[in-house]
């Protein structure tokens, strides 16, 4: 089995912390050796193109060492002396005529499938009758009416209430 460097520093680092639960050595905070502080700036650590392409191989490409651009650039609108000129009609051939016909009866079969296998949305119930109207006022639903204010609403649920 192929084992990379990341299983051998995982290893490393699982050994020291088997050290340090078993006893065997002290916490690497305790230990009295200098470490290096959490905190220092790399930020400004330059790195040579030469070793990047050593370490990295054919995978790393120098980039140019250009300035940032300072500024955003100035966009420049060219307008087109001459308005470009719609392109001319073609004139539809039998050949032509032909490939729409058959585009056409794909697309109408097309559509047929989709609407006998539900794809597309049909109305499964059919037309809406009066007589759901009846069954609904039947059971004391009431049917939908916009009311004009807040004390019309009122007005009508007290109605409603006194006439049960």
Not at 46 to 51: D, E, K, L, Q
Not at 66 to 75: D, H, I, R, V, Y
Not at 91 to 97: D, K, S
Not at 112 to 129: D, F, K, L
Request: aromatic fraction near 4%.
């Amino acid at each position: 089995m192929k084992k990379s460097i990341g299983d051998f520093a995982e290893s490393l680092i699982l050994e020291q912390v088997n050290d340090v639960k078993s006893g065997k050595a002290l916490p690497p905070s305790h230990s009295g050796k200098q470490q290096a502080p959490a905190g220092i700036d790399i930020s400004k650590v330059s790195v040579p193109n030469s070793f990047m392409k050593e370490i990295l191989g054919e995978q790393y490409t120098p980039q140019d060492e250009e300035e940032p651009a300072k500024g955003m650039p100035k966009l420049v609108w060219v307008e087109d002396e001459e308005p470009e000129q719609e392109p001319e009609p073609v004139v539809l051939t039998e050949e032509t005529g032909s490939q729409l016909i058959s585009l056409l009866e794909e697309v109408r079969d097309l559509l047929r499938e989709m609407t006998t296998t539900g794809m597309i949305g049909t109305n499964m119930a059919g037309p809406q009758s009066d007589a759901f109207k009846a069954t609904e006022k039947k059971y004391g639903y009431k049917t939908c009416s916009p009311a004009k204010s807040r004390k019309a609403i009122l007005k009508a649920s007290i109605k409603s209430r006194l006439k049960k």
